[in-house]
């Protein structure tokens, strides 16, 4: 093979230069989708729902505008909501807005109903607005709704329209703000406010993240090799392979999302590795003093490192393709643009790369990194193989004993989905949140639709039982229904002391005629977002003010315990179901990727050694490595989420390059006839050094991330570090030990593996 490199080296440059551009330009394509609900498929149980409740009810996406002041009573600051609400309601896409200007208050004077806005008119005294308040505080389709308790906050709700372009709309909504001044601190929340925020982080991470991790690889590859062909060269193959691999996701009709920005990082940071062992081995051929030539060279560096190289980078793109059993669709999406682009890389550096070198001059050797100026080895790596040597006793129960302590972190692991949990917390959606959550009773909605007759006193009755049950839990401040309103058309017509008063009516013909009153003196279409216009569809609306996983799933444990027994409950829906849901999904998806990859590991490291014990050896560190991972993430509090969920696939993936390449080189060492310790301190010291190259190269390219504006990208910038610190010291310190310890017939010459298997009949026999 490394004849025919050298031979058709301009064609192969050639080729290469004009594929990569060619699939370079489909990137101008390349399309941004910051919504967590296209990450699963539209058939889950809690997508359907959602989607049948929208049918009846329309789009539940809110934006919400919240006001802060002393108080929002002043005239001043009502003055500056209602001209906000007035030009915002204007906007194409906008539906339908809720503030204390839409707001209805009902109430009854000598049994006649009225139905008016809360506010006639804007107080101008300290009177009216007392007045104002004591009716506020007296509606519980008001207070607390969009008026927090305290009233240093108001809202304005917006209902968009399906499809409206959010980009767009945040843009005019933000131009009417800024038309309309005061002393009103301003937040913008919801999940479309969410999204749209989510959409500009990723175009910002990806103008920041990838030319940062180019310029730090440069500086890295200089540093290791200080010649710059052993900067350029790797450099072209991460460049060429990154950009193939990202031309995959436009070319193949997907978009970029928040997990397919961790592509192009990865592919920076995993390409770099085979180039690294190329330049390695032609720094350590032309120190060698002999007389070849550059073409000589190039063809041994390919004959030397093209199957170890290959058989780690196929072992690399099985772990990752293990994301192919993962529930998100990105994920899944990622192992194969990430996995493509990995084979692109193994070409280009086993193929390309000396077909380049073989068109340069010899360089004058340079001193390398972990070796002497003599070209011997540095005395630290030495040392270090030395004390796995000596202490290969201890390590493995050390190594033992504090991987079962870590991994009891296992049990605090946490999943998260929630989507306010991305941004850092000083950031304005974290702010929002915040405000939201505790003065309007949340952003984030559960939704229970009914069916039947919705005039019926045993259906609302029921309806109010469920509410009132609801409101009762610590993660809920605000529910709506339309029992509810039922019940303040009640108070409107009876007195105080009154059965009937702030109660459901015992007949269908009286809850009937309340609503044709409500018609008569109101709005039909206030009420549209409760209960359509048959009264065949009710809407409870449960607003959560904590949005974890775990408080999410105690809410629809107890609505399913409610619909268990009531038929009328036909679905149960809303964007917090769907993300419990999909936090639930992250969870499975992470257990399916992660055995996959183990598996498909175990069966690759014992095809390419013939042994059954090399796939056990091959996955012992990375299962360590494993343990550790998620222990650390459970005692430290990092949760699993849609990012750190992919972490073990890819860990599996990089890790196992360390094994197989300690391994393949202490098992040429074996066959030399040194003995294990020897073997074990050759292999430290000449491949170890490749291996420590590797994971500095994989941990300089990850460690850019934590410089993204999500915080689960940081963390998973963090957590790459401490898996291939981890795996670095499984393949260099654990390995080694076992190695020492118990014999492999695979690893061992082929003359003492066959004496040791008569020893062992010629014992049997005896």
């Given at each position: ?11 192969i440059i ?10 370079s ?10 919504d967590?609900r ?9 997508m359907?729902?959602?989607?049948k ?15 802060e002041?002393d108080?929002?009573?002043a ?8 001209e906000v ?16 200007f ?10 006649i109903?009225?139905?008016e ?5 804007i107080?101008r ?5 007392e ?16 008026v927090?308790?305290d009233?240093?906050a ?6 968009l329209e ?6 767009v ?11 309309h001044p005061?002393?009103?601190t ?7 406010y ?24 440069l ?5 290791v090799?200080r ?18 691999g ?11 999302t ?5 592509v192009?990082i ?9 180039g690294i062992h190329?330049i ?5 051929l ?8 550059m073409?000589?060279i ?10 170890p190289i290959?058989l ?6 099985a772990?990752?393709s ?7 669709i ?13 084979l692109?890389s193994?070409?280009?550096s086993?193929?390309?790369l ?8 010899r360089?004058?050797?340079r001193?390398?990194l972990?070796r002497?100026?003599s070209?011997?080895q ?5 040392r270090?193989a030395?004390?796995v040597v000596?202490?290969?006793?201890v ?6 004993v ?14 998260d989905?929630n989507?306010?949990n991305?941004f850092?917390?000083?950031h304005?959606?974290k ?5 939201i ?5 949340g952003s984030?909605?559960i ?9 019926d006193?045993v259906?609302?009755n ?29 108070k ?12 459901i009516?015992p ?15 109101g709005?039909p ?10 009264y065949?569809?009710?809407?409870l ?6 949005a ?5 799933n ?11 027994d009531?038929?009328?409950?036909a ?34 490291v014992?095809?390419?050694f013939?042994?059954a ?6 996955i012992?560190?990375?299962a360590?490595?494993?343990?550790v991972?998620?222990g ?13 969920a ?7 993936g990089?890790?196992?390059d ?6 393949w080189r202490?098992?040429e060492?074996?066959q ?15 491949t ?13 390219g990850?460690l ?5 504006s ?20 499984g ?5 080694p ?7 492999f017939?695979f ?9 040791r ?10």
């Amino acid at each position: 093979m490394e004849k025919k490199i050298i031979k058709f080296r301009w064609w192969i440059i050639g080729i290469s230069v004009i594929v990569t551009l060619g699939f370079s330009l489909v990137l101008t394509k390349l399309e941004i989708d910051p919504d967590m609900r296209n990450y699963f498929p539209r058939t889950m149980t809690s997508m359907v729902n959602t989607d049948k409740i929208e049918e009846v009810f329309g789009n539940q996406d809110l934006v919400i505008i919240v006001f802060e002041t002393d108080d929002v009573l002043a005239e001043k600051t009502l003055r500056r909501v209602k001209e906000v609400e007035r030009d915002i309601s204007r906007l194409d896409g906008i539906r339908k807005t809720l503030s204390l200007f839409e707001s209805k208050r009902i109430y009854g004077e000598e049994g006649i109903m009225y139905v008016e806005p809360v506010i006639q008119r804007i107080p101008r005294d300290e009177k009216d607005r007392e007045e104002l308040r004591s009716l506020i505080r007296d509606n519980d389709m008001v207070h607390e709704v969009v008026v927090s308790g305290d009233f240093k906050a108001t809202s304005v709700i917006l209902t968009l329209e399906k499809g409206v372009d959010e980009g767009v709309l945040f843009s005019q909504i933000n131009s009417i703000i800024s038309e309309h001044p005061g002393d009103e601190t301003i937040h913008l929340g919801g999940l479309p406010y969410i999204r749209e925020a989510i959409n500009k982080n990723i175009v910002r991470d990806g103008l920041v993240l990838i030319p940062l991790a180019l310029v730090i690889m440069l500086i890295f590859l200089f540093v290791v090799f200080r010649e710059w062909r052993g900067v350029w060269l790797p450099f072209l193959v991460v460049v060429m392979s990154a950009l193939l691999g990202l031309s995959l996701i436009p070319l193949l009709g997907w978009k970029f999302t928040l997990i397919t920005l961790l592509v192009p990082i990865l592919l920076i940071a995993v390409a770099n590795d085979y180039g690294i062992h190329m330049i390695a081995k032609y720094q350590e051929l032309n120190a060698s003093g002999n007389g070849h030539t550059m073409k000589q060279i190039s063809g041994m560096i390919t004959k030397s490192l093209w199957k170890p190289i290959l058989l780690t980078g196929l072992t690399t793109v099985a772990g990752i393709s293990a994301l192919l059993a993962h529930t998100l669709i990105p994920a899944r999406q990622m192992a194969v643009s990430a996995g493509i682009g990995i084979l692109f890389s193994i070409f280009f550096s086993l193929v390309l790369l000396p077909a380049l070198l073989s068109t340069l001059q010899r360089s004058a050797p340079r001193p390398q990194l972990l070796r002497d100026k003599s070209g011997g080895q540095n005395h630290l790596i030495q040392r270090f193989a030395n004390f796995v040597v000596r202490r290969s006793k201890v390590i493995p129960v050390v190594a033992l004993v504090l991987t079962l302590v870590i991994s009891t972190g296992i049990i605090f692991l946490k999943v998260d989905s929630n989507e306010e949990n991305f941004f850092p917390e000083k950031h304005e959606v974290k702010q929002a949140a915040r405000i939201i959550n505790n003065k309007f009773g949340g952003s984030e909605n559960i939704s229970v639709l009914f069916s039947g007759d919705m005039l019926d006193p045993v259906l609302l009755n029921s309806m109010e039982h469920y509410r009132r049950d609801l409101e009762k839990m610590d993660e809920i401040d605000l529910t709506m229904s339309f029992s509810g309103v039922v019940r303040q058309i009640s108070k409107a017509l009876n007195d105080p002391g009154d059965p009937l008063y702030d109660a459901i009516p015992p007949s269908r013909e009286a809850v009937a005629q309340y609503m044709e009153l409500y018609s008569m003196s109101g709005n039909p279409e206030d009420l549209e977002q409760l209960v359509d216009f048959n009264y065949e569809n009710a809407h409870l609306v449960i607003r959560i003010n904590d949005a974890t996983n775990e408080s999410v799933n105690k809410i629809l444990d107890r609505l399913e315990s409610f619909k268990a027994d009531d038929p009328s409950i036909a679905a149960i829906g809303g964007y917090g179901y769907v993300r419990a849901q999909l936090a639930n999904k992250v969870l499975m998806g992470q257990y399916y990727s992660l055995g996959i990859a183990l598996l498909i590991i175990f069966i690759l490291v014992a095809v390419i050694f013939k042994s059954a014990a090399a796939g056990f050896l091959g996955i012992t560190p990375l299962a360590v490595s494993v343990l550790v991972l998620f222990g650390l993430m459970g005692l430290t509090g990092i949760r699993l989420d849609v990012a750190t969920a992919l972490l073990s696939s890819l860990m599996i993936g990089v890790g196992v390059d360390y094994t197989i390449h300690f391994l393949w080189r202490y098992r040429e060492e074996m066959q030399n006839r040194l003995s294990r310790s020897a073997a074990v301190k050759k292999t430290i010291t000449t491949t170890g050094r490749g291996i420590i190259f590797n994971a500095l190269s994989v941990i300089v390219g990850f460690l850019v991330l934590i410089v993204s504006s999500f915080t689960p990208i940081r963390f998973f910038g963090i957590l790459v570090v401490v898996s291939v610190l981890s795996c670095l010291t499984g393949a260099l310190v654990i390995l080694p030990a076992i190695l020492m310890r118990f014999r492999f017939r695979f690893l061992e010459p082929k003359e003492a593996a066959k004496d040791r298997t008569m020893d062992d009949q010629l014992k049997k026999a005896g």
